[in-house]
């Protein structure tokens, strides 16, 4: 199907809990903009099906008993190309694992109790990847998990991107949440140079999206997660 001239979002549910899964797929296939294309009750069945299926997103539970979605991100990023979105999806928003997860390359995570349209806005905005998922949560998890400063390889890679003026403040702009769009309106500036800004600052860290971005910055000091 085809929803307001675009492809619609398509997703991979994979979670050992068979109601988890029916429940997301409920409520995902209920847009009209998003597909469920396949399901997968544990990690080790992730890089086969999204090379067969070519999801745009992975929404994968954290916690499975034989490869949990840790090392699921990791074997995904490491061996497919032009990989998807990862989303995991945890119980605990304060969990370690869902912290490790994104440090992994994960883009993002879900709470199992997430409202329908919570659930649905995290799939579109990982999708697009344009914006942060919850940033004051990915703060708590950096402040609690996250070394903040403490990492001297974190640290030596920001010195080593050498950020412009401009780049910086993006960063700490994407720290906060803020879309391209809302960066755009914050500097002044037009939402095509946001763009090339963060293009930009991702190349030099070496960053696969925004949140690997964040997550350095906070690492290595550039930003406080408090």
Do not use: W
């Not at 009750?41 to 090379?51: F, K």
């Amino acid at each position: 199907m085809i929803y307001a001239g675009r492809m619609p979002v398509t997703v991979l549910l994979v979670d050992d809990e068979p109601l988890v899964r029916a429940g997301l797929r409920a409520v995902l296939e209920a847009q009209p903009d998003i597909e469920v294309v396949g399901e997968a009750a544990d990690g080790a069945a992730v890089i086969p099906l999204v090379r067969q299926l070519r999801p745009d997103v992975v929404a994968m539970d954290v916690r499975m008993p034989l490869m949990d979605g840790i090392e699921a991100t990791r074997a995904v990023l490491r061996t497919v190309t032009d990989p998807p979105k990862i989303l995991v999806v945890t119980t605990f928003e304060n969990d370690e694992y869902v912290y490790e997860a994104l440090r992994a390359g994960a883009d993002g995570f879900l709470l199992k109790r997430a409202r329908p349209a919570e659930i649905v806005h995290a799939v579109r905005l990982v999708a697009e990847g344009e914006s942060l998922l919850f940033p004051s949560s990915v703060r708590q998890l950096a402040a609690e998990y996250g070394e903040s400063g403490g990492n001297p390889a974190a640290r030596a890679a920001m010195e080593r991107a050498a950020l412009t003026e401009r780049e910086a403040d993006v960063l700490r702009l994407m720290a906060r949440g803020m879309s391209n769009a809302e960066i755009a309106t914050r500097l002044v500036v037009g939402t095509e140079t946001v763009k090339s800004h963060v293009s930009a600052l991702l190349a030099k860290l070496g960053a696969r999206d925004r949140t690997q971005a964040v997550i350095a910055a906070y690492e290595s000091g550039f930003v406080a997660p408090g």
